[in-house]
């Protein structure tokens, strides 16, 4: 496929690796900011199959408008623009046109909350089997816990029927039964450790998913536009992608 990439910084570069990688070619880069093209065209959009953006969510909105306008089918990394998201779907959905964001393309990561969600449940027969987590990332992380960590504990509660309450601080005291305690860790460099511990008195069972760097975002947009061009209209989220390749 021919591919606009728009957003030209760290993960616009990665996706231009992983399209080459698949053996796709990049029809246009836009990104005004890194010495690229200016603005997206009706000519580039008309050589083009699709689009994929990392750029920043102040331009979501007018990027989306520019893709209905264009009936451009449009992959969104960008994050940070949610509240905007009925306003953006009616846009879409209006021009008839074909839109799918997230803001967790790595296919890696949504194997691992799969995996997670599925051994929450097998627990649930065996009091004997408590489950925790944490995650760990390098000394330059704003937030925390991490947007993984936080779709991990939900995946737990939602297939564990002994844990009900999140617990991310710190705890000074005797942990309740249906707390689950996650933990954030930071420091270093590391790109993004998240662990799950599933614990008796017996033995442990760890599930762990270890990133090694942006390529598995990049790798994952780039496949959810080629599943997205399989549609002919419709706005999506990134579950809609994973949930259909695995079902
Ligand atoms: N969905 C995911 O899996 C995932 C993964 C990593 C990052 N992200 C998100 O992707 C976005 C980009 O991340 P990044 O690390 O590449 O950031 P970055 O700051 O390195 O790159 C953003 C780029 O967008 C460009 N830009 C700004 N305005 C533009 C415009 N109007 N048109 C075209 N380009 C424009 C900037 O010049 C910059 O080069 C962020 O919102 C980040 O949170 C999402």
Known sequence: MKVIILGYGRMGREVEAALKLKGHSVAAIVDPFAGQESELTAEMAEKADGVIEFSLPDTAIA???????????????TTGWYDELPKVREMIEKAGAAYLYGSNFSIGAHLFFHLVGKAAKLINPFPEYDIMGYEIHHKMKKDSP?????TTANRILENNQRKNTLLFDRCDREIQPDELHFASIRGGAVPGVHKVLIDSVADTIEISHTARGRMGFAMGSVLALEW?????TGFYNVDDFINESLA
């Open 146 to 150: 991490s947007g993984t960590a936080l």
């Open 228 to 232: 997205l061009l399989n549609k002919k």
């Open 63 to 77: 990027n989306a408008e520019k893709y209905a306008e264009l009936k451009l089918k449009a992959v969104v990394g």
